[in-house]
C-alpha cells in the first residue's frame, strides 16, 4: 500500500442481535403457524411478553418449551 492510499472502512454499523421475536417469527421458528402459537402462548404452554399492544417471545423460551415436549411425549415406536 502506498502512502497516498487509504485502508478499507467498514461502513456497516454493528449487528444488534435480536433479542425477542414477534408472533410471525416466533412460530416460522417453531415450524408452526401463528394461530397454534397463540393458542399454546393462551394455554400457558409458551411464555409470552406483553410490551403494550405487541406480544413478543424470547427465543430461550421456545427452545425450552421443545425440551418440554420432547421429555412430554411418548417416543414413537421403531418397528425394525
Known amino acids: ?6 485502508p478499507a472502512i467498514d461502513m ?3 449487528r444488534i442481535p435480536t433479542l425477542l421475536l414477534n ?3 416466533a412460530a416460522a ?5 401463528t394461530t397454534t ?3 399454546l402462548a393462551n394455554d400457558g404452554e409458551i411464555r409470552q411478553i406483553k410490551i403494550g399492544a405487541a406480544t413478543r417471545y424470547d427465543p430461550r423460551d421456545l427452545v425450552a418449551w ?3 415436549k420432547k421429555t412430554k411425549q411418548k ?6
Open 75 to 80: 417416543p414413537k415406536a421403531n418397528n425394525d
Open 66 to 68: 421443545i425440551d418440554w
Open 1 to 6: 500500500m502506498s502512502s497516498l492510499e487509504r
Open 23 to 25: 408472533s410471525r417469527d
Open 12 to 14: 456497516e454499523p454493528p
Open 37 to 39: 402459537l397463540n393458542a
Open 29 to 33: 421458528a417453531l415450524a408452526i403457524g
